[in-house]
C-alpha cells in the first residue's frame, strides 16, 4: 500500500513539473477556445473516429471579461447546443501543489500550459481538451 501511495504521488508531483506555469490573473484566460484532441482524424483509433470526427468538430468555448462563458458543441452528427454561465479561476492545493481550474458553473476544467498555449483539460486520459485560440472574443449583435 505504501508503495501504491509512493507512486501516486511521484506521478501527481511529474505531472505538476511536466507543464509550464499556469497565469494566475483570470483575465489571461479570456478569449475563444476551440476542442482539441491527441487523436487527428488520420491517426484516430477506428473506434473513435466517428467520436472524434463528428460529434464535437463544432465545440467552441468562449471566455467573456464579464466572467461569463457560450459553450458551444455540437458537430456534423449532432446538434449544436449552446450553453451560458459564468466562469471563474479556481486553485485548490493538493498535497501543497497548486491545482487551477477553470471552473463553468459548477464543472472544472483542469489547466494545463503546454508550448505557451493555454489547455483546459476535458478528459486527460481520453486526451481531449479545449486549446485557447484567440485573445479576441466575438462581438454579440
Request: proline share 7%; aromatic share 10%; glycine share 6%.
Amino acid at each position: 500500500m505504501k508503495r501504491l501511495i509512493s507512486f501516486i504521488l511521484c506521478l501527481l508531483v511529474f505531472d505538476a513539473c511536466s507543464s509550464e506555469p499556469v497565469p494566475t490573473d483570470p483575465m489571461d484566460y479570456v478569449g475563444m477556445y476551440e476542442y482539441r484532441t491527441a487523436y487527428p482524424i488520420n491517426n484516430a483509433p477506428p473506434e473513435r473516429e466517428k467520436y472524434i470526427s463528428t460529434n464535437h468538430d463544432g465545440d467552441c468555448l468562449i471566455l467573456k471579461p464579464s466572467g461569463e462563458y457560450v459553450l458551444m458543441q455540437g458537430g456534423t452528427t449532432k446538434a449544436m447546443s449552446e450553453t451560458k454561465g459564468r466562469w471563474r479561476l479556481f486553485v485548490f492545493q493538493f498535497h501543497s501543489i497548486d491545482r487551477p481550474e477553470i471552473v463553468l458553473d459548477l464543472h472544472g476544467y483542469p489547466i494545463r500550459v503546454k508550448k505557451g498555449i493555454i489547455r483546459l483539460l476535458i478528459n486527460d486520459d481520453l486526451g481531449v481538451w479545449y486549446e485557447k485560440v484567440s485573445d479576441s472574443i466575438p462581438s454579440e449583435e
